[in-house]
């Protein structure tokens, strides 16, 4: 079982940046699949970005690619997403999750443990 804790959201002007940080409990953290997912107002949580447990492999949204990064430390038991160029309509709660899955999965019905989300707002 793995515990998670989002923090780094908040409020940002568009073209700016944000870093939000995951932080894991649990021993075998990296043997875990992590995902990054938002959910805007009235609409349904989205995959942003996923890292295979090794942290080898990654995949992004269209929507983010090229401007969002996301890495793992397995050592400090924490994944990142690096948000730049941010728009408006990135504004979400973003949630960290993981899967036991060993490829990345964009359904959040393969991840079986989430955060309790942070809120990024970008303002136009």
């Known amino acids: 079982q793995v515990q998670l804790v989002e923090s780094g959201g908040g409020l940002v002007q568009a073209g700016g940046s944000l870093r939000l940080s995951c932080a894991a409990s649990?021993?075998?953290?990296?043997?875990?699949?992590m995902g990054w997912f938002r959910q805007a107002p009235g609409k349904e949580r989205m995959f942003v970005a996923g890292?295979?447990?090794?942290?080898?492999?990654?995949n992004y949204a269209d929507s983010v690619k090229g401007r969002f990064t996301m890495s793992r430390d397995n050592a400090k038991n924490t994944v990142t997403l690096q948000m730049n160029s941010l728009k408006a309509e990135d504004t979400a709660v973003y949630y960290c999750?993981?899967?036991?899955?060993?490829?990345?999965?964009?359904?959040?019905?393969?991840?079986?443990?989430w955060g309790q989300g942070t809120q990024v707002t970008v303002s136009s």
């Open positions: 999750a993981a899967s036991i899955n060993y490829q990345i999965r964009e359904s959040q019905h393969e991840y079986r443990y």
């Open positions: 890292i295979s447990w090794s942290g080898g492999s990654t």
């Open positions: 649990g021993r075998t953290f990296s043997s875990y699949t």
